[in-house]
């Protein structure tokens, strides 16, 4: 059943719609390709097609990744009018690509930025609907059943008390992790940045294959704390789960993207569709508390609920390290991904070891303080960290070259990966010998 609220959003944009409106209404199926899970794209699709009454709105969900992939893979015979997605670098690629339609939506009342970002692509190749952010999440019930902190960055996760109680999805399969991830190398810089990422995620319960499943584990008190985009956050809570969401300081906001695909089926469809979804009555929907997502309009604030934030009123914003560049992200984009499922993902378990006896040897070292336990410890937390790439090899344009090979690696991205993980291994077993020395060191 429709709510009330996406009715009226409805009903009050096909009055405005029609009084504006200029040659044929749009009608027809309007595909799109969106990693937006049901809950967000279903009040959508209820609204848009009331309002546009002979148009179907077909969802394929998919996430980024495979979204940006199957787009690229099926352009020869496209099927697909719009993309949907939170991750401006996957728009990037598709834009560097030629896989975009630019268009201009007919919205007003959307600033040019947010923060030092701007809303919308500059050639007009894809258009910001809604503003994102990335932190972390948790279920107060289980943080104080378990007597466990509260997180107000990134480094805490990384600590002791929040071992095997932390859960993320792996940025190759999520991109709305992936750009946690990189707001956190920007932010840090590529090696310490790194170093965090390393840090907490040997702290990880588990590295999950969908970005619903964090929340949904936190949601039920399986894990306490969860690695989300705010709106995860902000939704459980307009559902009545006992949660909290913070940003740390090492993040930024961004904007969530739609863009239409080139040589779309129904490319009338699609902008009619852009240009719903940024209207006063569309950019309501954001407020759904299944959805709970940042509008860009800054006027639809004085209609937002309780609790939920205005991202162009964050002072730290403002904060150079805040600034996210994404020509830089898109650069090194799969780079980035394959890096982290080499490092992590699949050596979680030699990292989660490694993590563990270091935090064994200090607390060792905390009963019984020792020179060579300490300089131990810190070889072995220097040896987690390392990376086998420099930032400029990573962004480089051989490193892009090895991973274009679409659904077949070729031969020089196989030979990266498997170095990559060669490397991790290696590591991590050196700091797990070092960190147990550590251990003994301080008894």
Not at 178 to 202: D, P, R
Not at 323 to 341: G, I, N, P
Not at 346 to 363: G, N, R, S, V
Not at 405 to 427: D, H
């Amino acid at each position: 059943m429709i709510s009330r609220r996406v009715a009226l959003a409805a009903a009050a944009l096909s009055v405005a719609l029609a009084g504006a409106a200029h040659g044929q209404a749009p009608s027809g199926k309007v595909t799109v390709v969106t990693s937006f899970s049901k809950e967000v794209t279903d009040p959508f699709k209820a609204a848009f097609e009331k309002a546009f009454p002979g148009t179907t709105l077909e969802v394929q969900n998919r996430n980024t990744n495979a979204g940006v992939k199957f787009i690229e893979e099926t352009k020869s015979n496209n099927g697909v009018d719009l993309f949907w997605a939170s991750a401006p670098d996957a728009f990037e690629v598709l834009k560097a690509k030629g896989l975009l339609e630019a268009y201009k939506p007919k919205a007003d009342g959307i600033p040019d930025k947010i923060g030092h970002f701007p809303i919308n692509d500059p050639q007009g190749f894809y258009s910001g609907f809604a503003a994102s952010g990335y932190g972390i999440m948790w279920n107060d019930r289980y943080v104080k059943a378990n007597k466990l902190p509260e997180p107000k960055e990134w480094e805490d996760l990384a600590t002791a008390p929040y071992f095997d109680h932390v859960s993320m999805a792996a940025p190759s399969r999520s991109g709305t992790t992936h750009l946690t991830i990189e707001a956190i190398l920007q932010s840090a810089g590529w090696e310490k940045g790194w170093g965090i990422v390393k840090a907490f995620s040997g702290n990880l319960r588990g590295v999950t294959e969908r970005s619903f499943g964090v929340p949904d584990a936190v949601n039920s008190g399986q894990v306490g704390y969860g690695i989300v985009i705010d709106f995860f956050g902000f939704s459980a809570q307009g559902a009545g789960f006992p949660v909290k969401f913070v940003y740390p300081s090492l993040s930024t906001i961004v904007p969530a993207n739609i863009g239409v695909v080139k040589n779309a089926p129904n490319a009338a469809g699609a902008k009619a569709f852009v240009d719903f979804i940024l209207s006063e009555p569309g950019q309501a929907i954001l407020f759904d508390p299944k959805i709970r997502r940042l509008p860009v309009r800054t006027a639809s604030y004085a209609k937002a609920p309780a609790g939920l934030p205005n991202p162009f009123e964050f002072k730290w914003l403002a904060d150079p390290k805040s600034k996210f560049d994404v020509e830089k992200s898109e650069k090194r984009f799969a780079a980035v991904d394959a890096l982290y499922d080499q490092l992590v993902t699949f050596q979680h378990e030699a990292l989660k070891a490694a993590t563990k006896a270091i935090h064994d040897a200090d607390a060792a070292i905390a009963r019984k303080p020792s020179p060579e336990a300490s300089r131990l410890v810190a070889e072995a937390r220097a040896l987690v960290a390392r990376m086998p790439v420099s930032e400029a090899e990573a962004a480089s344009p051989e490193m892009a070259a090895a991973f274009t090979g679409g659904k077949e690696k070729g031969p020089r991205q196989a030979e990266l990966e498997q170095k990559w993980a060669a490397y991790a291994k290696e590591n991590y077993a050196a700091a797990l010998a070092k960190a147990q020395a550590a251990q003994q060191a301080a008894k």
